[in-house]
């Protein structure tokens, strides 16, 4: 039995945990004044509210009980222990100071409930994940997907597989990536988990595939993600829709591509989930920069849009992120020394870029070159990065970068025709 005393207070944590506004969670099954009198106490919820609770969640059933089931085992509900009491508190709290002291309770743990570890581990890689620290991320991710093995519990091997993945593909390990999307995803549909935890794992798929240059494949498990999320109205939709533009703009399918982030950008209202709204904006810019011909008028008003957003929640890497973007929006539309200005204001000593941002900024640093007069670095320097993208196996972005290294020797091949 769920202890009725203690199922508010875990559900706004695990609401927290995920940065769900409550709207979010509601969803179209029980309103947010409902809801907010479940956290505080005041109401407590049938045996239905409790079931689709956790599927919103993308929880166990008994994930309501596993606080105060530790908090008895390690001492009692009043005591505990100290990372008990530390993980109670960065989960159910906004702030990332409270993760920080988590994270200085968890190095000094003793021998703890795997459990309550692992519950602090994925509180600890989801800051790690905000902050852009990647090294860090993935030490969590690995003990994560190693316990989640030893306790042989289908969805947290789901949910640390899937974010392991994620995890590798942003710092350029595409084919241990790839492996474990397709074990997360291949773990959700036997053990018939939740919609949320099959889905995060197709979008670990299909991220992965596309980055792989599996595109038929990846384009294929799109379809069936969008499908999967039809008729929601939440963020995961976004994200499918979001990734399914991803792969139609890789396979040159504008049109495509355009009918999805405009899906996309209407199913996430700004109130629901801020900073995903801020980065959806950010992915969009991206896509629309990257269609052909630029599309630069609807890559500039989503930039617009994000910039006004992220200057109140945006995160260091977030703005990183921007700042590239607008390097990419000046190279466009051929102001060029605001594309290098843009380019030099980055902190290169500390990136926060996932490995494919890092790469293309790379390769537009070698695009100005040419245009600034040193065609021979520049173009040397594309050859260098399409060879470390092939060796990386992320044959989607070698393939761009030697695209873009046959334009600019094309154009230098017309305008010597020109000029003779």
């Excluded at 809801?35 to 919103?56: C, D, H, K, N």
């Excluded at 969640?57 to 908090?71: E, H, I, M, S």
Aim: proline share 2%.
């Amino acid at each position: 039995m769920t202890d009725e005393s203690s199922f508010g207070a875990r559900l706004k944590a695990l609401r927290l945990q995920r940065g769900l506004s409550q709207a979010s969670l509601a969803g179209d099954e029980i309103s947010t004044g409902y809801l907010s009198r479940l956290e505080s106490g005041a109401r407590q919820p049938t045996e239905r509210v409790i079931t689709y609770l956790a599927e919103q969640l993308g929880v166990d059933r008994l994930a309501f009980d596993a606080l105060p089931a530790t908090a008895t085992a390690t001492g009692g509900a009043a005591g505990g222990s100290s990372l008990t009491k530390a993980l109670s508190i960065a989960a159910s709290s906004d702030s990332d100071e409270y993760v920080e002291e988590l994270i200085d309770v968890l190095a000094t743990a003793g021998a703890e409930d795997p459990l309550l570890r692992w519950q602090a581990l994925w509180v600890i890689a989801r800051y790690r994940s905000r902050h852009g620290e990647r090294t860090e991320e993935q030490a969590c991710l690995e003990e994560l997907a190693a316990m989640a093995d030893e306790l042989a519990l289908p969805a947290l091997q789901c949910r640390s597989g899937t974010q392991l993945s994620r995890c590798l593909r942003s710092v350029g390990q595409v084919a241990r990536a790839l492996e474990l999307a397709e074990g997360a995803y291949r773990v959700a549909r036997d053990a018939g988990l939740s919609v949320t935890d099959t889905g995060n794992a197709l979008l670990a798929l299909v991220s992965a595939e596309a980055e792989a240059g599996r595109l038929t494949e990846a384009r294929a498990h799109a379809r069936e993600l969008v499908e999967l999320v039809a008729g929601r109205s939440d963020v995961l939709r976004a994200e499918a829709l979001w990734s399914a533009a991803t792969v139609c703009s890789r396979q040159g399918d504008d049109e495509a591509v355009h009918a999805y982030l405009e899906q996309a950008m209407q199913a996430l209202d700004s109130r629901v989930d801020p900073m995903l709204w801020a980065r959806l904006r950010l992915a969009a810019a991206s896509l629309y920069l990257q269609s052909r011909p630029a599309l630069t008028e609807q890559a500039r008003t989503c930039l617009t849009q994000a910039e006004t957003a992220l200057s109140l929640i945006g995160t260091p890497a977030q703005q990183q992120e921007l700042l590239v973007l607008q390097a990419h929006l000046a190279f466009e539309e051929g102001r060029y020394a605001d594309a290098r200005a843009a380019h030099d204001r980055l902190d290169f000593d500390n990136l926060r870029l996932t490995y494919r941002d890092r790469i293309r900024l790379q390769t537009l640093d070698s695009l100005l070159l040419i245009v600034e007069g040193h065609q021979q670095e520049g173009r040397a320097r594309l050859k260098k990065l399409g060879e470390e993208a092939r060796r990386a196996s992320n044959m989607d972005l070698a393939a761009e970068i030697w695209r873009v290294l046959a334009e600019t020797l094309e154009s230098a091949e017309q305008a010597g025709t020109a000029g003779r």
